[in-house]
DNA sequence: CGTTTGACTACGC
DNA sequence: CGCGTAGCCAAAC
């Protein structure tokens, strides 16, 4: 598959940020993308296009035993990626919902609720990385409790 | 070797 | 709201 310039440099500061995502928090492909400055020779357009799914394949090569919560990275339409009824597609729903993320009636995650904007910018400055844009809606969620 | 295949997303119908 | 497509390339087949 494709890859960005610099494929382990770039992996590495996705896994970074992953590791920020708060316990019972998910950010998007698209955000992580937004936060890094586009690698190598790649033009802004390119990337805005491309990033994301670079993103994706950091994620598929996510090192084990080093505590990167790979769960919390969803898709933007705020549903696992992964094959549907996949054995990782389960395992992901599995250890969301262990954390306290519930998926809504159509099977998809409310940003308004577990969506997180980004580090603080006093991290973000100290990497060199963007504040992602927010994937919360700008009106107010209907309750539809009761 | 030539083909297929992706942890995505914005945009146009 | 659903579906197709571009973007763009290293590996696995």
Same mark, same amino acid.
């Given at each position: 598959m494709w890859n960005p310039p610099d494929r382990e440099v770039f992996f590495a500061i996705v896994w @970074?940020? &992953?590791?920020?995502?708060?316990?019972?928090?998910?950010?998007? +492909?698209?955000?992580?993308?937004?936060?890094?400055?586009?690698?190598?020779?790649? &033009?802004?357009?390119? +990337?805005?296009r491309m990033g994301s799914r670079w993103v994706g394949q950091a994620m598929n090569n996510t090192p084990e035993g080093q505590g990167v919560p790979w769960q919390r990275v969803i898709n933007s339409k705020g549903g696992i990626s992964l094959l549907a009824g996949s054995r990782a597609a389960e395992?992901?729903? !599995?250890? /969301? !919902?262990?954390?306290?993320?519930?998926? =809504?009636? @159509?099977?998809? $995650?409310?940003? =308004? $609720? +577990?969506?997180?904007?980004?580090?603080?910018?006093?991290? /973000? @400055?100290? =990497?060199?990385?963007?504040p992602p844009p927010s994937m919360k809606s700008d009106d107010p969620q209907q309750l539809n409790l009761f």
């Open positions: @970074k940020i &992953t590791q920020q995502i708060p316990e019972g928090l998910v950010m998007t +492909y698209g955000q992580i993308a937004a936060m890094i400055p586009p690698p190598g020779d790649t &033009t802004p357009d390119v +990337y805005e395992q992901q729903r !599995h250890l /969301l !919902h262990t954390e306290g993320v519930e998926f =809504n009636e @159509k099977g998809l $995650i409310d940003f =308004n $609720i +577990y969506g997180w904007d980004g580090p603080d910018a006093d991290w /973000l @400055k100290a =990497n060199d990385l963007y």
